[in-house]
């Protein structure tokens, strides 16, 4: 190798360095590829919570980022022909040193074509760009039991899917003004996150933004689980924390709070939480409501509510849209949207907010005046008229380490 060759090649390897070292949380692997004549010989890379390990011939030690690359320096000045291939997720970047010199090529993972073969499915809506697309997914999509153990589509999980990709279509695009620093993601009330998993490989493998998750849910079953989902599938930028909303404390900086179906009051801490923690976007699939079920009157109505059936119709409504509205008055831009078919579930409906940093007078005038009417007072009202802990309400991000 020539001297301008090392020089190049150590170039190469600063940039690997700088990007390996900035997207740690990312890193899939690095494997090296040393000929000479028709013999090869392989080195790898890996990387625990702990530390690098470096195995080659056989032998495994842990060694440092920098000590790795020079390793590599190293073996190419005695092989014909050397190969560095460093993956994080979704792309991959290849270094190849030999007599013509020293290169670098960039690319995208792809799947293998068995596996783009395998995600076929004819139940699937053939006219439709999927946001999540099957098979560059299937890593993801078989942990979370949409694809078999084969990586083929289960016919019974088309429909759940569909559900997963019509969320991220409605959502993924309010991250798209978001430039600049790391996308901060909590998901209240998270259950087996699902919709954590899925938003994070879109956020970092499609859009290719920093982003870090936070699942906080109070079943602690459910929060092993996701852990140990998420080290499956080598998601090191997610964590999961065991915690109760109504005394949880938010990092400082969060980008958006998601929740799906958190059962009745649930879905209102989960928007406390969010409005507390200032969270620029939110994005809440609510499910059943009983709270307001035995509070709400009707001055000059009730007739209309005498049968079961209607009055838990109307509470349905009823605690969305002031859902939505509080939201309006502490300062959110609001739509709200089917984002399944009611066929699905009667629970199809994504409240989705936008943080304008200015309060609604006339959203509070409208929002007091009704529950006044009504005599209702909920949950989401009780925690957003709380007074704020003695201590800062807000951790810092070294706290959660």
């Known amino acids: 190798m020539q001297k301008g060759d090392q020089n190049k090649l150590k170039l190469l390897l600063t940039g690997v360095k700088a990007r390996a070292s900035r997207n740690r949380d990312y890193f899939v692997s690095m494997e090296f590829t040393f000929r000479s004549g028709g013999k090869k010989f392989k080195a790898a890379l890996s990387l625990s919570e702990e530390a690098y390990t470096l195995t080659f011939q056989g032998t495994a030690r842990q060694t440092g980022l920098e000590e790795a690359l020079e390793f590599f320096v190293q073996q190419a000045m005695l092989y014909e022909e050397s190969v560095l291939t ?8 290849t270094i190849t040193v030999d007599q013509k010199g020293v ?5 995208e993972q792809k799947a293998p ?8 499915n004819p139940l699937l809506d053939s006219g439709r760009q999927y946001w999540i697309q099957a098979d560059k997914a299937a890593p993801l999509l078989r942990e979370i039991g949409i694809l078999t153990a084969e990586g083929k589509l289960k016919n019974d999980m088309i429909r759940k899917y569909n559900q997963i990709d019509h969320y991220v279509e409605l959502v993924a695009p309010m991250f798209e003004e978001e430039t600049d620093g790391e996308i901060v993601l909590l998901d209240c009330a998270c259950g087996k996150s699902y919709l954590s998993f899925v ?7 499609v859009m290719r933004r920093r982003c870090r998750m936070i699942g906080i849910d109070i079943n602690p079953y459910v929060v092993e689980e996701s852990r140990a989902m998420a080290k499956r599938l080598g998601y090191h930028n997610m964590e999961f924390q065991c915690a109760d909303l109504r005394t949880y404390q938010p990092p400082k900086q969060v980008t958006a709070v998601i929740s799906l179906h958190a059962c009745d009051i649930a879905t209102d ?13 939110i994005a809440c699939v609510p499910c059943c409501h ?7 009157t009707l001055p000059g109505l009730s007739a209309l509510t005498r049968h079961g059936v209607f009055q838990a119709r109307f509470n349905d409504v009823l605690t969305d849209s002031l859902r939505a509205l509080k939201l309006e008055a502490e300062g959110y831009k609001v739509s709200v949207v089917e984002y399944i078919s009611p066929l699905d579930s009667p629970k199809n409906l994504l409240i989705r907010a936008v943080r304008t940093g200015h309060p609604n007078a006339k959203a509070r005038g409208e929002y007091e005046a009704v529950t006044q009417l009504l005599g209702t007072h909920s949950e989401l009202d009780r925690r957003c008229g709380a007074p704020l802990p003695d201590c800062d309400w ?8």
């Not at 290169?103 to 690319?107: D, F, G, T, W």
């Not at 074509?113 to 076929?120: C, G, I, S």
């Not at 938003?199 to 493998?205: I, T, V």
């Open 113 to 120: 074509p068995e596996v783009q073969k395998a995600a076929v």
């Open 269 to 281: 801490l989960a928007l406390a939480t969010a409005i507390r923690a200032r969270a620029r976007y």
């Open 103 to 107: 290169k670098m090529q960039q690319s």
């Open 290 to 296: 009983k709270e307001l079920l035995d509070q709400f």
């Open 199 to 205: 938003m994070n490989y879109y956020l970092r493998e």
């Open 86 to 93: 460093y993956t994080e997720r979704g792309m991959s970047m």
């Open 394 to 401: 807000y951790v810092t991000d070294a706290d959660l380490v």
